[in-house]
């Protein structure tokens, strides 16, 4: 009588261990799709930062720029980050969108003619927060094609029906307190300060000047600081700097992963939680390897 219960006993404990690992691996598959997205922090804020025209070696351990590489050695370096075409204005269309929307000049789109979703219209119907600060813009939600070193081309924003013109502030308006910013905001710098028509060190002590305030204080306040550039100079197969910055932001870190906008756009939808993404950033994979 013994022996059977025994038996009995050994199969219900194979059972018990099988169950267990099959529960395990049904944990796993459930989640595997989701683990990479499960990694990133969630930030209050961030603050993208664009930049022009310039490849990562110009930028990237040069004398001209010591306070983005400053942001490099307390952050974290994308070692193979790159643009996706040329000229500017299909870049930011990119990194907004997940797409160029068919762009491929500098000229002026039609305010408010395209209806895809985009980081500011997914944010928004989320309940969450968005603005853009633009320097030189004439006014806030001002649609004009230029205006002395204001340029739209940098602002695809304006080229969305589903973003409000009034979420586009002048850089004026960018907030002392910094707990007052948007969920995800960009910074876009005129066109000498971004080093379109300046240089390098212009547009480095620009960003010093103007956001370093906010990245020391993102370090102690769960927010993040993302500087990235549209483009190279055409002559570096387009490989741009880009840098984290931040509390979440493993210091000193690097990856030599290939990553592009719409990498950058995927990751930015998934530091904000959103569960939607815009068109190529849905098939991109999120930032990894530099989150602490």
């Given at each position: 009588m013994t022996k059977p219960a025994r038996s009995r006993r050994k199969l219900t404990a194979i059972a018990a261990s099988v169950g267990l690992a099959a529960a395990s691996l049904g944990i796993w598959a459930a989640t595997s799709s989701t683990a990479q997205a499960a990694t990133l922090p969630t930030p209050d804020?961030?603050?993208?930062?664009?930049?022009?025209?310039?490849?990562?070696?110009?930028?990237?351990?040069?004398?001209?720029?010591?306070?983005?590489?400053?942001?490099?050695?307390?952050?974290?370096?994308?070692?193979?980050?790159?643009?996706?075409?040329?000229?500017?204005?299909?870049?930011?269309?990119?990194?907004?969108s997940g797409s160029t929307q068919g762009r491929t000049d500098d000229s002026c789109v039609s305010v408010g003619s395209m209806t895809a979703p985009n980081l500011a219209s997914e944010l928004l119907a989320a309940g969450k927060t968005w603005a853009s600060y633009n320097e030189s813009l004439p006014s806030q939600g001002s649609t004009t094609c230029s205006s002395g070193k204001y340029a739209q081309k940098h602002n695809p924003w304006f080229g969305f029906g589903n973003v409000p013109t009034s979420s586009a502030y002048t850089f004026a308006q960018f907030p002392t307190d910094y707990t007052t910013l948007p969920k995800v905001s960009f910074v876009v710098p005129n066109l000498c300060s971004d080093m379109h028509d300046c240089s390098v060190s212009t547009g480095d002590t620009w960003i010093k000047n103007n956001l370093g305030a906010y990245a020391t204080w993102a370090q102690t306040h769960n927010s993040i600081l993302v500087v990235t550039f549209d483009e190279d100079n055409s002559l570096s197969g387009n490989k741009i700097p880009t840098v984290y910055y931040g509390q979440h932001v493993a210091a000193g870190s690097s990856s030599a992963t290939t990553y592009n906008h719409y990498n950058t756009l995927r990751t930015l939808e998934d530091l904000a939680g959103l569960t939607s993404h815009a068109g190529n950033a849905a098939t991109a994979s999120d930032v990894s390897g530099i989150w602490n």
């Open positions: 804020h961030v603050v993208v930062v664009v930049m022009e025209n310039h490849a990562y070696s110009q930028v990237i351990g040069s004398s001209s720029a010591p306070y983005i590489n400053s942001l490099k050695a307390g952050g974290a370096n994308l070692t193979n980050s790159f643009g996706i075409t040329h000229p500017s204005e299909p870049n930011y269309y990119a990194l907004f």
